[in-house]
């Protein structure tokens, strides 16, 4: 008969749990993988951007709300300001950890001044990654209550023609494709991680459907790696302390603390 074994590590050594957008998978996957920290992850379906902010943010709260605080040292957030979608959260007994971007690209490049740089020089650029390329299309097949369905806006060709006719149909998915017109350029961000070539292909193949010139940009995991070792630099991350939340500032430093009197 054996005995199972039991190992304390200290309480400096409690585990961490992220909550993070699986558009994110890969890198967060492979970083957790390689840390010298423990942590239990999961992972967000991508659709909820496509929800309106407060809608976003409540669900957030509710993950966050929900985590036994006992067992955690914290709570790691592997989301960026994501349209305000993240303004607001709270901490309540442990610290919450959120990475000082505007969207997941800085995270995916490894550097949010790298994101600014790149901005600079070509601000019309679609990105994709292996995550928006696995995750992105399946996930939004199920949501419900997002912003385009409360339009009336998130049904497929065929729904269109059968409700409005062929001519409107036709409208509605020329002016639904629109959006493509304000870019110049789609950017693979290569991480080196799953079927690059496959990913490579897939990006040129739709900016040669769009009529946009391809690039392709070497990513990077300093971001993803520095969150799951605890490596919380004032520069790249908000450490959102119990008592306090998270506000959007509008400026360059993106987001700050404010003072909520939230705890449990």
Request: charged residues 25%.
């Given at each position: 008969?054996?005995?199972?074994l ?21 890198e ?7 840390s ?18 407060s ?6 709260q ?22 305000n ?9 442990i ?21 600014l ?6 601000p019309g ?5 292996s995550?928006?390329i ?14 385009m ?6 049904m ?15 409208f509605i ?6 959006g ?7 950017i ?7 079927n ?5 292909n897939?990006?040129?193949?739709r ?5 946009l ?6 990513g ?6 520095k969150m799951?070792d605890?490596?919380w630099?004032?520069t ?12 959007a500032t ?6 700050k ?8």
């Amino acid at each position: 008969m054996f005995k199972s074994l039991s190992f304390s590590m200290g309480k400096e050594s409690k585990r961490n749990y992220i909550l993070v957008c699986e558009v994110l998978f890969r890198e967060f996957m492979h970083c957790v993988a390689h840390s010298h920290k423990i942590a239990d992850i999961e992972f967000i379906s991508q659709g909820w951007h496509d929800l309106e902010s407060s809608e976003m943010k409540r669900r957030l709260q509710e993950k966050i709300d929900s985590i036994d605080e006992s067992r955690y040292g914290a709570i790691l957030l592997g989301f960026g300001l994501c349209n305000n979608g993240t303004a607001g959260l709270e901490a309540r007994k442990i610290p919450v950890v959120i990475p000082k971007v505007h969207d997941c690209i800085s995270i995916l490049l490894g550097s949010h001044e790298k994101y600014l740089d790149n901005f600079s020089d070509a601000p019309g650029t679609y990105y994709l990654s292996s995550g928006w390329i696995e995750r992105d299309s399946a996930n939004l097949e199920d949501m419900k209550n997002t912003v385009m369905s409360k339009l009336g806006l998130d049904m497929t060709y065929d729904q269109y023609v059968e409700k409005y006719g062929k001519e409107n149909a036709d409208f509605i998915m020329e002016s639904l494709g629109g959006g493509m017109s304000n870019y110049e350029k789609m950017i693979f961000v290569n991480n080196g991680l799953g079927n690059v070539e496959f990913y490579r292909n897939f990006t040129r193949s739709r900016a040669e459907e769009n009529n946009l010139k391809f690039e392709e940009m070497e990513g990077g995991l300093d971001f993803v790696r520095k969150m799951v070792d605890g490596d919380w630099n004032s520069t790249d991350f908000l450490v959102i302390e119990p008592g306090c939340k998270m506000v959007a500032t509008g400026l360059c430093d993106i987001m700050k603390l404010e003072k909520c009197h939230c705890g449990k």
